[in-house]
């Protein structure tokens, strides 16, 4: 199965009431041979309008910041927890994420990335461990069963509202520009 083909399956689900009240469902973006994945945790208002991922402002300093750690963007792959944009951008519950996380572990399997950026708690908490705290384990790579390096860190909407968390997000992504170098390098 391609992305396309998960795309198109999922275009009306109905699977949470999620899907009452959306414009349009945001998939997920980029390089389908991506060495880098990034997961947030849901659409927002101008996501849920345009059907992409990380286009508002929290995406426009996640383009910062990939910039900066000298990564492109049209060389990762983007996607969210959720597919949908939760009602007044509320962190999705159990059951939505429930939901979505098959679309997602098929997004995983088909891109095979090296590394994983779990973006924020509610993507470190669905994928990694229920009462994970992105506080304690963000910066620190984590591994998958099938040797993915998982990198948790701060959502960019949260340097938005605490601009303090830039140094320590700045910090993570030189880790992962680090991997990613020797990724690359070795390929």
């Known amino acids: 199965m391609s992305l396309e083909q998960i795309e198109k399956e999922i275009i009306n689900c109905q699977r949470c009431n999620l899907a009452t009240n959306r414009t349009k469902i945001v998939f997920g973006t980029g390089n389908s041979e991506a060495q880098i994945m990034l997961i947030g ?45 939760p009602p007044s951008n509320r962190v999705p519950n159990r059951q939505e994420a ?54 948790p860190t701060y959502h960019p909407a949260a340097l938005l509202r605490d601009p303090a968390r830039k140094k320590p997000v700045w910090e993570d992504f030189q880790k992962i520009r680090d991997e990613y170098k020797k990724i690359i390098n070795t390929n």
Do not use: H
Request: aromatic share 6%.
């Open 41 to 85: 945790e849901g659409p927002g208002k101008d996501e849920d309008l345009q059907g992409l991922p990380f286009i508002g402002k929290a995406g426009q300093l996640l383009d910062k910041i990939l910039a900066a750690a000298e990564i492109k963007r049209q060389d990762v792959y983007i996607a969210n927890i959720v597919k949908c944009r």
């Open 98 to 151: 429930a939901a979505c996380l098959p679309w997602l572990w098929q997004q995983i399997e088909i891109i095979q990335p090296q590394i994983i950026v779990l973006l924020g708690s509610t993507a470190l908490k669905n994928l990694i461990k229920p009462d994970a705290l992105i506080t304690k384990l963000r910066g620190q790579w984590l591994e998958s069963k099938s040797g993915i390096k998982i990198m």
